[in-house]
């Protein structure tokens, strides 16, 4: 077990150095995170082979022996199945969930002493418990502590321990886990509430040969996880369900069988579903067919906006304001003459698509929103923080030391309320995601700092109406002093740990990744390709490809984080 042990750890280690070079999930909605296209979804089958049961092992080895065992789905669990009864083996669901530990150093496997005419026993497995995947797929709140699973077991005709009951799931350590060589992340795709962008609901199944099945059955017959669900709308509604739960991909083509009732949808509700399910599936699959009965519904695709940014860096430097390449700007038609005339230090700049539409800080901490060739006044409470633009054209401020007085404001000026994060005492960053569905913030509440994510609620103009419940997805030490949306799952958090400025990559339903920052480090911002993220401290630009920093320029005042679209 030990050389086995060594392999894996090596696989897990160049899986690392394999998604630092990637810097993050996929940049648009349009990809699946943590997949490549073309990957199998099958193929981490191979990747870890863990040995079955040997004579006479005592109850904790086989406990012990099962946990290892259960790393590997190859044949459906099957060589983990080997070390419980039969009636055991035809109970347990293993792709029930995860829980996610600290590693095998810190398992402990307690129980009595056995003697030799015992039949029944019980072995207790304590871990430190960092993560968990639910039923659903999805990963949850991290969590740091020590967790308990018990087991049963009872000795075979054979006189060989077998384990007769076992928690459903599987335990993998925090490594193998971000490695996503049993379970792998797959973005389930919903709409916003105005049909206008797709929205990822990152969920975690093991990487099996019915994964496709899982993904459409996930999507058609389940729903958005509790949080986001206020924020998004699906066309799978009514009585429209799977007629056939498995999906067989045939040459790259998933046919998903629907009941009758789909049969009457319209046109454009087809379409939505298609859609939906195609870009659920995207990097396993090239097309989706939509059949009732075996006849093709001939299901077209809807249109969903991009949510790419521009892959030159929108910047403010002493020629003024616009895209960064060669060393040139290009200024932005009807925002950058007007914010030459602000005639004053600027603090902070979002831009909407195509920096047509910006919201300005300035130094001085007031808040202006600039577009086709207007500036106006948007808010000058004291202590705002950085403020944040939506791709609906909302500017969202809130004053740092009361979080619930978050404001949005409408392109005509006129203020939305907002209910803050009731219960903290601080707010130091926000993001809205380039979809505008959800809200990234970076809170203080009982002294510690948290990472959420709010569900933005809308009218189906896009009006921002309210929040909905938080997703907490890191509690890091230490401060954060800035926030942006990376891509469509990934938040990006430049924070302070000690005396040293680190980047956390933080997914929306996954583990962080995290990387030391250059030095005066102050504004993140997202780049394209994915690969790339930038940094601006103290008037030099940054950007980073694989798992270094590089000098991409100097002399800029301000980065402007881009909306994309």
Known sequence: MRILRIARASLVALTLLALAACSSLPVTGDVRPGLAAGQSDGG???????????????????????????ASPKDSWGIARQFLTADAAQKWKPDAGVTIDAGPAERSYNGPDVAKDSTQTKVSLGLQQTASVDATG??????????????????????????????????????SFAAADVFAPYALQYFDSTWTYLVPDVRWFPKRENTVSRIVQSLVSGKPSPWLAGAVRTAFTGDIALARNTVTPDAQVAEVALTDAAGAADP??????????????????????????????????????????????????????GY????????????????????????????????????????????????DGKTDEIDGRPDLITPTLDPFGYIWTVPRGTPGSMIAWSTAVTPQPIAGPSDA????????????????????????????VFAVLRTDRGAP??????????????????IAWLDDTTVGVLAADG???????????????????PDAASTIAPATPSSNIRLLGDGVLYIRSGPSWQRESTGVKVLAVQLGG
Do not use: C
């Open 268 to 321: 454009v509700s087809l379409s939505r579903m298609r859609t939906q399910l195609e870009h659920s599936l995207e990097g396993i699959v090239t097309q989706v067919k939509l059949t009732v009965a075996g006849r093709d519904l001939n299901a077209g695709l809807a249109s969903a906006a991009s949510t790419t940014v521009d892959s030159r860096p929108l910047v403010l430097t002493d020629k003024g304001f």
């Open 44 to 70: 981490s089958d191979l990747a870890f082979v863990p040995q079955g049961p040997s004579k006479g092992m005592d109850p904790k080895d086989v406990v012990r022996g099962f946990i290892d065992a259960a």
């Open 138 to 175: 999805a990963y949850g709140t991290p969590v740091s502590g020590p967790a308990d699973l018990a087991f049963s077991l009872e000795k075979t005709k054979d006189g060989e321990w077998r384990i007769s009951v076992a928690p459903d799931g599987i335990v993998l350590d925090a490594d």
């Open 324 to 371: 960064l390449a060669n060393g040139e700007l290009d200024p932005v038609t009807g925002v950058s003459a007007e914010l030459g005339k602000l005639n004053r230090p600027i603090a902070s700049i979002s831009a909407a698509s195509q920096g047509q539409r910006v919201a300005v800080q300035t130094g001085d901490g007031i808040v202006y929103g600039i577009s």
């Open 499 to 517: 005396t040293n400025l680190v980047l956390r990559q933080q997914p929306v339903g996954g583990p962080t990744q995290i990387a030391d920052a």
């Open 425 to 452: 005492v601080q707010i130091s960053a926000m993001a809205v995601s380039r979809d505008g569905a959800r809200l990234a913030v970076a809170v203080t509440a009982g002294g510690q700092t948290r990472i959420e």
């Open 465 to 482: 109406t309210g929040l909905g419940p938080a997703d907490v997805i890191a509690t890091p030490p230490g401060n954060a002093l800035d």
